[in-house]
């Protein structure tokens, strides 16, 4: 098991230039967070999926992100037009619901710096 | 609402001291899961451990152990002694359900330990 795969792991960018992050759950996972950790606001819930389905994205900051699952494999993460208040290292994390449960299982992140 | 406070920002020990973490946790649901997660300076989340509700023995796990006290809302989280790797910022989390709803993480707690 390869675990939960993001890309990039750093991610530097202009402000005003639109950034993608993307994710891979593990296999079989069928929930789907996107998380956002910094200093002042420690790890907040973005939004997240079931069967690829976005159930709660009340998390997101503004219009500027967008989460798409087009398949059970894959997620992205994009914000358009970025602005050097995204800078943060967002993570993407994934849980099955079934059996004991063992928390979620986060990727490595993507540091992002918009300048 | 959900809460969890990790009151200890940072905590410092010398390598072979016993260290606590405290936790304590604030939830309405009779029913809800309790987690631990570890953030090494490599800056993965890592998960530790996750207790549901109905199950307060206490657990152990290598230098590792919990302590789940409903009556005061506590999880505490003690390392036996302490080791350099052990060197990270620790978080509690809170979750309604298993499956992702409302997860609510900690502040965190830096624990540095010292050679």
């Known amino acids: 098991d390869a675990g939960v795969i993001q890309s990039p792991r750093h991610e530097v960018t202009e402000m005003g230039q639109e950034v993608t992050l993307r994710c891979k759950p593990i296999s079989g996972h069928d929930y789907l967070f996107w998380y956002r950790q910094t200093m002042m606001r420690g790890l907040e819930l973005l939004i997240y999926f079931n069967n690829n389905v976005p159930i709660d994205d009340s998390g997101m900051p503004e219009d500027r992100f967008s989460a798409k699952m087009p398949n059970a494999s894959f997620s992205t993460l994009k914000i358009q037009p970025s602005e050097p208040r995204d800078s943060a290292v967002y993570f993407c994390?994934?849980?099955?619901?079934?059996?004991?449960?063992?928390?979620?299982?986060f990727g490595s992140g993507t540091r992002l710096t918009v300048v | 609402a959900q809460k969890v406070t990790q009151a200890q920002t940072e905590i410092s020990v010398v390598e072979k001291e016993d260290v606590t973490l405290d936790c304590v946790y604030e939830?309405?649901?009779?029913?809800?899961?309790l987690f631990w997660y570890k953030q090494p300076p490599s800056g993965e989340l890592v998960f530790l451990i996750r207790r549901n509700s109905f199950d307060e023995q206490n657990e152990i796990s290598g230098r590792y152990s919990w302590n789940f006290q409903k009556s005061t809302s506590s999880f505490n989280f003690t390392i036996t002694a302490s080791q350099v790797v052990d060197s990270a910022v620790y978080f509690c989390?809170?979750?309604?359900?298993?499956?992702?709803?409302?997860?609510?993480f900690g502040p965190g707690t830096r624990l540095s330990v010292l050679p």
């Open positions: 939830t309405r649901d009779t029913t809800y899961y």
């Open positions: 994390a994934s849980s099955y619901s079934y059996g004991e449960g063992y928390g979620y299982t």
């Open positions: 989390a809170l979750s309604r359900r298993t499956y992702g709803q409302n997860f609510v």
